[in-house]
C-alpha cells in the first residue's frame, strides 16, 4: 500500500548547500580532537644555558629544548580541541526536512505499520528486511525506543535503528 506524507516535510525542494552544511557540522561533531604536542615550555629539560652568550663564535642559544633543537619543543603544533560548532535552529530543521524529502523523491522510503517481535531475534528481523527488498544501508526509524528491534538489528550489517527523535541528517544521507 502507500501512505500520505506531508508535503511540509517531505515535499520540499532539497537546500544541497544546506544539506553539505549539516552534514559537515555532524562529521566534526564525531571528530575527538585529543591529538596534543609539547611546547618548549612542555618538554622536560633545558633549564640551563648550553653555552655562554659571547665569546664562542657560535649562535646565541638559551635553552636545548628550543623549537630549533633535535629534541626541542614543537611551535603552534595541534592542541586538544572540540570541532563542534552550531547552526542556527532554522538551517537544521531545513536540512532534516531537506533530508528527508530527497529520500522521499528518490523512493528511499518504505513506511512498515509496526515491528511486533516477543523477543530480541536477528534472524526475524532479517526475514522482515528480505520481504521488503531493501538496500544494503537500512536505517529503521520507530516512533519509541523498541528495544527489541535495537536488539534484532544491531548485529545486522549496515543497519542502523534510531526513534523519529533522534532522526538526523548524517544518518538519512548514509542510509
Do not use: C
Not at 604536542?37 to 663564535?57: F, H, I, L, Y
Not at 619543543?73 to 560548532?85: D, E, K, L
Not at 531545513?94 to 529520500?103: H, I, N
Amino acid at each position: 500500500g502507500s501512505i500520505e506524507l506531508s508535503d511540509a516535510v517531505f515535499g520540499i525542494e532539497p537546500n544541497n548547500s544546506v544539506l553539505f552544511e549539516a552534514i559537515n557540522l555532524q562529521r566534526a561533531s564525531l571528530r575527538q580532537g585529543t591529538h596534543a604536542v609539547k611546547n618548549r615550555s612542555a618538554v622536560s629539560g633545558g633549564g640551563r644555558k648550553p653555552w655562554k652568550q659571547k665569546g664562542t663564535g657560535r649562535a646565541r642559544q638559551g635553552t636545548i629544548r628550543a623549537p630549533q633543537w633535535r629534541g626541542g619543543g614543537i611551535v603552534f603544533g595541534p592542541t586538544p580541541r572540540s570541532y563542534a560548532y552550531k547552526m542556527p535552529k532554522k538551517m537544521r530543521r531545513l536540512a532534516l526536512r531537506s533530508a528527508l524529502s530527497f529520500k522521499a523523491q528518490e523512493n528511499g522510503l518504505t513506511v512498515v505499520d509496526a515491528f511486533n517481535f516477543e523477543a530480541p531475534k536477528t534472524k526475524e528481523f532479517k526475514n522482515v528486511l528480505s520481504t521488503l527488498e531493501q538496500p544494503k544501508k537500512v536505517l529503521v526509524v520507530t516512533e519509541n525506543e523498541d528495544v527489541n528491534v535495537e536488539l534484532s538489528a544491531r548485529n545486522i550489517p549496515g543497519v542502523q535503528v534510531t526513534t523519529a527523535q533522534g532522526l538526523n541528517v548524517l544518518d538519512i544521507t548514509n542510509a
